[in-house]
């Protein structure tokens, strides 16, 4: 073997220790950063040459390409544990809002509302002549009424800001499958260069996972190495150089929960019509099962709670005479429907403009009668919700329990996924993390083996200088 071969081994030590140094500084400059997978030189021996008629002597090393250590298994277990988690944290910031509305601690509720108007009744019944009385009962009504304004308005504000918040999120998804289309197509032409792109694999991977955040997605490798994203129960996002685009439009309220003029969700790729009853898991997920059923379910309770007070107090006021022996007077405004009648929910002008029309007497002329006021206090503890099974409070009480559930539910299920996502960046760490003690104790040794091999060099110069020197004495 020559001397110049020997300086090939040495100088393909240096050029390996080199870039492996390389390779761990850019490791350790990256450690911080999320999702960043470690990476390796992977090296190989060159092929040896004959020395003599047996021996074969080596010439030094390879660099094969940069190895990003990374388990794809892993990663398809992170991206659903993040879609979980971010379906139940979205849920838990609706649900949260929500309980808040119904918290009656510090201040007067409707549920107590609602009982202080039936004792302003039984007031009335045992002085119905009594004016302070009289204007004591319209003023808790009002008070329950303005209540149930209070209830409906804050909840469609909560739907209200579920509708911004989609609107904002269908941005995000189109940024994020504009950026996954554009990394497949500069990976597929780094790789067809010979290079590897592992940065811009990690960069792909947490535009994927950041993607799968928002709806149940499923992810596979096309024969180039692509990712093909495609949205469960609707089709194709990221396919190759393509990518489907998501808007909001507003629309008529359907028969699944959708109020109207709220948002629905489309895609470019329908032409069908919306998809937002096919989206499931995830943030948009969350919204739209809040929006469309949790808060629906609330606010026709509300309505159906709303429809039945102003019934069964009509009924029974209708039939009572006021101070000037008149019946036939409602105390509540007849409502048209059940449809929003929590936001249509009023005392009637005759109650509104004189206390005198209430009614608390069976008979005209009676000034000490009771009967009716007695009637309409004792409707508070007649079954009149749920075709006969349950009483006004206990409904009331039955909508705050059930908010309160859910949300105790969907926060212990989301404490225990976030259990589970930070077991899983622990597993991920431990594969792709970077170590910066193992970095640098690698540093260490690669600028051992640099030194070395160009002392390999070196002592192939000084060789070198002493044949040429011998043939000049020659």
């Given at each position: 073997?020559?001397?110049?071969?020997?300086?090939?081994?040495?100088?393909?030590?240096?050029?390996?220790?080199?870039?492996?140094?390389?390779?761990?500084?850019?490791?350790?400059?990256?450690?911080?950063?999320?999702?960043?997978?470690?990476?390796?030189?992977?090296?190989?021996?060159?092929?040896?040459?004959?020395?003599?008629?047996?021996?074969?002597?080596?010439?030094?090393?390879?660099?094969?390409?940069?190895?990003?250590?990374?388990?794809?298994?892993?990663?398809?277990?992170?991206?659903n544990s993040g879609r979980d988690l971010s379906h139940m944290e979205e849920?838990?910031?609706?649900?949260?809002?929500?309980?808040?509305?119904?918290?009656?601690?510090?201040?007067?509720?409707?549920?107590?509302?609602?009982?202080?108007?039936?004792?302003?009744?039984?007031?009335?019944?045992?002085?119905?002549?009594?004016?302070?009385?009289?204007?004591?009962?319209?003023?808790?009504?009002?008070?329950?009424?303005?209540?149930?304004?209070?209830?409906?308005?804050?909840?469609?504000?909560?739907?209200?800001?579920?509708?911004?918040?989609?609107?904002?999120?269908?941005?995000?998804?189109?940024?994020?499958?504009?950026?996954?289309?554009?990394?497949?197509?500069?990976?597929?032409?780094?790789?067809?260069?010979?290079?590897?792109?592992?940065?811009?694999?990690?960069?792909?991977?947490?535009?994927?996972?950041?993607?799968?955040?928002?709806?149940?997605?499923?992810?596979?490798?096309?024969?180039?190495?692509?990712?093909?994203?495609?949205?469960?129960?609707?089709?194709?996002?990221?396919?190759?150089?393509?990518?489907?685009?998501?808007?909001?439009?507003?629309?008529?309220?359907?028969?699944?929960?959708?109020?109207?003029?709220?948002?629905?969700?489309?895609?470019?790729?329908?032409?069908?019509?919306?998809?937002?009853?096919?989206?499931?898991?995830?943030?948009?997920?969350?919204?739209?099962?809040?929006?469309?059923?949790?808060?629906?379910?609330?606010?026709?309770?509300?309505?159906?709670?709303?429809t039945n007070m102003t019934e069964a107090v009509n009924s029974i006021h209708?039939?009572?005479?006021?101070?000037?022996?008149?019946?036939?007077?409602?105390?509540?405004?007849?409502?048209?429907?059940?449809?929003?009648?929590?936001?249509?929910?009023?005392?009637?002008?005759?109650?509104?403009?004189?206390?005198?029309?209430?009614?608390?007497?069976?008979?005209?002329?009676?000034?000490?009668?009771?009967?009716?006021?007695?009637?309409?206090?004792?409707?508070?503890?007649?079954?009149?919700?749920?075709?006969?099974?349950?009483?006004?409070?206990?409904?009331?009480?039955?909508?705050?329990?059930?908010?309160?559930?859910?949300?105790?539910?969907?926060?212990?299920?989301?404490?225990?996924?976030?259990?589970?996502?930070?077991?899983?960046?622990?597993?991920?760490?431990?594969?792709?993390?970077?170590?910066?003690?193992?970095?640098?104790?690698?540093?260490?040794?690669?600028?051992?083996?640099?030194?070395?091999?160009?002392?390999?060099?070196?002592?192939?110069?000084?060789?070198?200088?002493?044949?040429?020197?011998?043939?000049?004495?020659?």
């Amino acid at each position: 073997m020559g001397l110049p071969n020997v300086m090939h081994t040495g100088r393909s030590g240096m050029v390996a220790a080199k870039a492996s140094i390389a390779t761990a500084g850019h490791n350790v400059a990256n450690a911080n950063v999320d999702g960043y997978s470690r990476q390796r030189v992977e090296q190989a021996n060159d092929t040896p040459r004959p020395v003599g008629s047996k021996a074969l002597v080596g010439t030094g090393t390879l660099i094969n390409g940069v190895k990003r250590i990374n388990d794809e298994y892993v990663e398809k277990q992170l991206r659903n544990s993040g879609r979980d988690l971010s379906h139940m944290e979205e849920k838990d910031m609706v649900l949260k809002q929500t309980e808040d509305i119904f918290n009656e601690m510090g201040g007067e509720g409707l549920n107590r509302l609602m009982s202080k108007f039936f004792n302003e009744f039984r007031k009335l019944g045992n002085e119905p002549d009594n004016e302070a009385i009289r204007q004591a009962v319209r003023e808790s009504s009002q008070a329950m009424v303005n209540d149930f304004h209070r209830l409906r308005n804050e909840v469609e504000e909560v739907r209200r800001h579920i509708d911004q918040r989609l609107e904002g999120y269908t941005k995000e998804i189109n940024a994020l499958g504009e950026e996954i289309k554009e990394l497949n197509i500069k990976i597929k032409m780094m790789e067809l260069s010979g290079a590897d792109a592992n940065d811009l694999q990690d960069k792909r991977d947490r535009a994927l996972k950041n993607l799968a955040t928002y709806m149940d997605l499923s992810m596979h490798k096309d024969k180039d190495g692509a990712f093909i994203v495609d949205v469960r129960g609707i089709g194709p996002f990221v396919a190759g150089p393509s990518v489907e685009r998501f808007s909001v439009f507003r629309s008529k309220a359907d028969d699944q929960g959708k109020p109207e003029a709220a948002y629905d969700v489309k895609t470019t790729s329908t032409v069908g019509g919306p998809v937002t009853h096919q989206i499931q898991g995830g943030k948009l997920g969350a919204l739209l099962q809040t929006r469309d059923q949790t808060l629906s379910t609330i606010l026709n309770r509300l309505d159906e709670l709303a429809t039945n007070m102003t019934e069964a107090v009509n009924s029974i006021h209708v039939q009572g005479y006021n101070r000037d022996g008149r019946n036939g007077i409602n105390f509540f405004k007849p409502l048209q429907g059940t449809e929003r009648a929590a936001a249509f929910f009023d005392l009637s002008d005759d109650i509104k403009t004189n206390v005198s029309n209430i009614a608390s007497a069976a008979q005209p002329d009676s000034p000490g009668d009771n009967r009716i006021a007695i009637a309409i206090s004792g409707l508070q503890n007649m079954r009149l919700m749920n075709n006969g099974k349950t009483t006004v409070d206990d409904f009331f009480n039955s909508i705050v329990s059930d908010v309160g559930v859910a949300t105790n539910r969907n926060r212990a299920n989301m404490n225990q996924q976030k259990d589970i996502q930070n077991q899983l960046v622990k597993m991920r760490d431990q594969i792709s993390g970077v170590s910066i003690d193992e970095e640098t104790a690698n540093i260490m040794q690669f600028q051992h083996t640099f030194d070395a091999s160009a002392k390999v060099i070196q002592v192939a110069d000084e060789m070198l200088k002493t044949v040429l020197e011998l043939k000049r004495m020659g």
